[in-house]
């Protein structure tokens, strides 16, 4: 539906409230690079050959997947950063229709903490090594090293500590 009335819009984004974020800044910073990972792996319609991407869609939407591939390609801006102009949009058109408990629009800019995005970025780059300037920053992680013995060591030291922070079998409200 959004693409209908405003293509290229922010559909979605990542939202924290800033008491979760100042008590778990580095899981959200983790999260955040794994999020953006994803949006460039799936962007630009790969989202519609990834059978795992679409099965996941599938369980939580119950839309099948021969359905969503014949849908718009989703729109993520791949730097991560809020597509503004789109949120401000949005929010005057939730206004006029009475979505909303407010009447002047919110000032978006001030609600936006982009430290988990940069840290998230910067922390990409050290990944990347060696590699790190010729690698556009909108673009994935590469599957395979540099050939640089500190990356691998970084992406393995990385990589449990995220597990240990985030995956759990418990619910996410009870994990936090």
Known sequence: MLDDYDQDGQGGLLV??????E??????TSF?????????????GEIKTDDQALAAMQKYTNVPPDVIRLGPDP???????????????QQIFAM???????????????LIDYGPLDAAEEHRRLMLGCNASRVPAWRPLPRRGC??????????????????????????????
């Not at 008590?23 to 959200?28: G, K, M, S, T, W």
């Not at 990356?151 to 240990?164: P, T, W």
């Open 75 to 89: 729109f993520w801006p791949k730097d991560g950063h809020a597509a503004l102009d789109s949120l401000r949009d």
């Open 16 to 21: 924290a409230n800033s008491r979760f974020l």
């Open 23 to 28: 008590q778990h800044r580095d899981a959200v």
């Open 147 to 176: 050939g640089c013995d500190g990356r691998a060591r970084l992406q393995k030291r990385y990589v449990e500590g995220f597990r240990s922070r985030l995956i759990d079998d418990r619910p996410l409200d009870e994990a936090v």
């Open 96 to 110: 006029r229709t009475g979505s909303t408990d407010y009447s002047q629009p919110l000032e978006i800019e001030k």
């Open 32 to 44: 955040t690079e794994v999020y953006l990972q994803t949006i460039r792996r799936l962007s630009d």
